[in-house]
């Protein structure tokens, strides 16, 4: 409104979409051109729902550069629609391998212990082989969520150990009692540790 020629130099929508557009395609091509022709990559490969209900499938990309410095590339953040079956997560993964002109260079993909990640491995593993000719080796090429893996062992142990909650609801009220048992168990910790018996 101060400057009345600005109007002029500010793209509209179809131009901000078109900009966008472009500085897409462009990232996308230059995404990971700094390794050399033969490097092995890998995959990590998530599934992500939304508040709404909408679900996608992350998928990020792992290398070594010309360089040799490590990195790390987003390279798949797609919708999914219908079933979260192998065969669909399958044919949306091998689509972006594909994409990326990567089928000759797969390492490994990891993911976690669902079993339609083993089903999704089984069906890239044979779209390579039989479309494309490639030979990937689904057992060899799996490698498992470490976080996934120790989220599954505290469960268990936790479970295992049958903790219960002492209260079955959440306070509501500030009791001054409650300090004061508080303040009289740290003064006996300290007592004790100055005696040298802790």
């Keep these: 409104m101060l400057n009345p020629e600005s109007a002029t130099q500010l793209p509209g929508r179809t131009k901000f979409r078109d900009l966008l ?6 990232t996308l091509k230059n995404l990971i051109t700094d390794r050399e022709s033969l490097t092995k990559v890998s995959f990590a490969v998530d599934g ?3 508040p709404n209900k909408l679900s996608f499938l992350g998928m990020n990309c792992y290398y070594i550069s010309k360089n040799w410095k490590y990195r790390e590339r987003l390279v798949g953040f ?3 629609f219908g079933s979260h079956d192998g065969q669909n997560l ?7 391998i594909l994409e990326k ?3 000759a260079h797969l390492l490994a993909i990891t993911t976690d212990n ?16 039989r479309l494309h000719g490639v030979e990937w080796n689904k057992e060899r090429g799996t490698i498992p969520c470490l976080a996934h893996v120790i989220q599954l062992v505290v ?3 936790v479970s295992a150990l049958k903790v219960e909650a002492c209260n079955e609801s959440i306070p509501t009220s500030f009791n001054e009692d409650d300090v004061n048992m508080v303040e009289n168990v740290l003064t006996f910790e300290n007592t ?4 040298s018996f802790w």
């Design 21 to 26: 557009n472009q500085t897409y395609d462009a």
């Design 48 to 50: 992500w729902s939304s």
């Design 78 to 80: 797609e919708p999914i």
């Design 90 to 96: 399958g044919e949306t993964v091998e689509r972006i």
């Design 101 to 103: 002109n990567l089928e």
């Design 114 to 129: 669902a079993s339609n990640n083993s089903t999704m491995r089984k069906e890239i593993a044979d779209g390579l082989n």
């Design 155 to 157: 469960k268990k142990l």
């Design 192 to 195: 004790l540790r100055k005696a």
